[in-house]
């Protein structure tokens, strides 16, 4: 298991990331940046093809995130086949609070692994490969810089990243 930015009481290998896929619909799409966040790797569908998330969840082993409730009825997920979440808050937080108690995550996540727009994973990169692809106040300032392969986004651990992971310590401590 890799290193946790984070500190927890709850004892370690209580559930491995590797355990946990995600796919969510496109009522809960922003709980696909904060699963991404964490390093769950999550599928995002932006139309409502009901057919298309199942079938991907099954062939790849996701647990779906919705707020629909006739995938909640389907036989696949009434059986139990198919894990699914059903989402009933309108509220991002409580959306995220949700998923968290439900499947007990806990603080083993592993940040700054998982581009939050494509889902892909990040390469790191040296400082001097992204001198020209940063703003230079965050070249001066920053070390750590990951790069997504396909969208080539370019992160590093600047203010923006800084709150949502303190928002996400407040998810996993209340
Ligand atoms: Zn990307």
Redesign the pocket.
């Known amino acids: 298991m890799r290193g946790c930015d984070f500190t927890c009481n709850r004892p370690k290998g209580v559930r491995l990331i590797s355990d946990l896929k995600f796919i969510v619909d496109q009522n809960v799409g922003k709980l696909a940046k904060w699963l991404r966040m964490m390093g769950y790797d999550t599928l995002f569908f932006n139309r409502g093809d009901d057919s298309r998330i199942i079938a991907t969840a099954l062939a790849e082993g996701r647990v779906i995130l919705t707020r629909d409730t006739q995938i909640m009825k389907r036989r696949l997920v009434t059986s139990g086949r198919l894990k699914a979440i059903l989402i009933q808050s309108d509220n991002p937080e409580l959306q995220m609070h949700r998923v968290i108690d439900s499947l007990g995550l806990d603080c083993h996540f592993r940040p700054f692994t998982l ?1 939050l ?2 889902n ?1 994973p990040l390469v790191e990169r040296d400082k001097e490969q992204v001198k020209d692809l940063v703003p230079p106040y965050v070249f001066q300032t920053q070390s750590q810089f990951m790069e ?1 392969p ?2 080539h ?1 370019i992160y590093w651990r600047g203010t923006h990243w800084q709150a949502m992971t303190q928002k996400l310590k407040t998810f996993i401590r209340s």
Do not use: F, G, N, T
Request: contains cysteine; aromatic residues 0%.
């Open positions: 581009c727009e494509c892909h997504c396909s969208c986004r």
